[in-house]
């Protein structure tokens, strides 16, 4: 690697979410709740999942991929913004910083594509119910997860490589609470321009043809529901698509809310950031538990059966003292 392609900085420095010294206590206590509520949901829900056989669906497959999705990218923004509170410490390492630019894009990309593919597997569910075993069969879940595994790695890989190419001469300030490509973007004293390219094209494709997936198969189920319209198809839909399309309004239009009515530019990235991080992998836990009545039967059943084995373990204990 020539001289042009050596990095001078061997760190950079986080200036965190815009707060006030004092304010800082009940961040970290905020952000900490949110991060631990975020992590045991989303292992409850991979928990369930796993252990009930009624839920080895192509649906449930998905959503655990998902969860996992959601605790990593929370694990690799946020739970370094509690570190930096809790120490007192800014910086982060160049080789860190940049692992940290490859896991946001890789498991930001596996959401989007996830979304994507739960979609289309309810438009099968609901346009092609009496096929859906055939169509949606195994090979074709795990093909369908390798891809959108493969597709985000592929990504992740290629912005990494363009950005370690650069050179960061002078200023080091990271104005964000972690390592975003945007914001090294315009740190960097080398020509970006090919940067700038590959993220035009990469999120033209790969953002908005997720996004068409989506939109194309609620278009096609509601015009399905709209055919024949009864109370019991709306009901159907609606249980079989509510905490997706929940998910999913939540995904998108936090994003969009915030990038196109926010007034400061500077705290856009933050706002959207903070949301996609720490907030909607909170709540998509609670979503899919609450509105779902496979999860939630699931988890009364293994509830029930952990209170059992305690009564049991108590009432053997007395009978043994009794003795």
């Known amino acids: 690697m020539g001289p042009e392609n050596q990095s001078s900085v061997s760190e950079f420095l986080l200036l965190g979410l815009p707060m006030r010294p004092g304010q800082q206590r009940g961040f970290f206590t905020l952000f900490l709740g949110m991060y631990l509520t975020m992590v045991l949901g989303n292992l409850l829900i991979i928990l369930l999942i796993r252990l009930d056989s009624r839920l ?5 497959f998905f959503l655990s991929h998902l969860a996992f999705s959601d605790i990593s990218v929370s694990s690799v923004t946020v739970l370094k913004m509690l570190m930096n509170m809790q120490t007192q410490q800014q910086s982060i390492s160049y080789v860190g910083c940049i692992a940290q630019v490859y896991c946001f894009i890789l498991f930001g990309g596996l959401d989007n594509f996830l979304l994507a593919v739960m979609a289309y597997d309810r438009y099968v569910a609901i346009c092609h119910p009496l096929h859906y075993t055939t169509i949606m069969r195994e090979g074709l879940c795990v093909l369908l997860v390798a891809v959108t595994w493969a597709v985000s790695c592929g990504t992740a890989l290629t912005h990494t490589f363009l950005l370690v190419r650069l050179s960061f001469c002078a200023d080091n300030t990271i104005s964000h609470f972690f390592c975003e490509l945007t914001v090294l973007l315009k740190l960097s004293c080398s020509d970006i321009s090919l940067n700038d390219l590959f993220i035009f094209i990469e999120g033209g494709i790969l953002l908005f043809l997720p996004l068409g997936v989506i939109l194309g ?6 015009t399905i529901i709209l055919r024949v319209p009864s109370t019991k198809g709306l009901y159907k839909a609606f249980s079989t698509c509510g905490s997706h399309l929940l998910v999913v309004s939540l995904y998108y239009g936090t994003l969009a809310s915030v990038y196109f009515f926010s007034s400061s530019w500077n705290s856009k990235d933050i706002i959207a950031s903070v949301m996609y991080a720490a ?23 293994y509830v029930s059966r952990v209170n059992i084995f305690k009564w049991k373990s108590v009432s053997s204990l007395i009978v043994v003292r009794s003795k």
Not at 56 to 60: D, F, G, K
């Open 56 to 60: 080895h669906t192509p649906m449930y």
């Open 217 to 222: 198969s609620y278009v096609h189920i509601g």
């Open 279 to 301: 907030v909607t992998p909170m709540l998509n836990p609670f979503i899919y538990s609450l509105r779902n009545r496979d999860i939630k039967q699931a988890l009364e059943m």
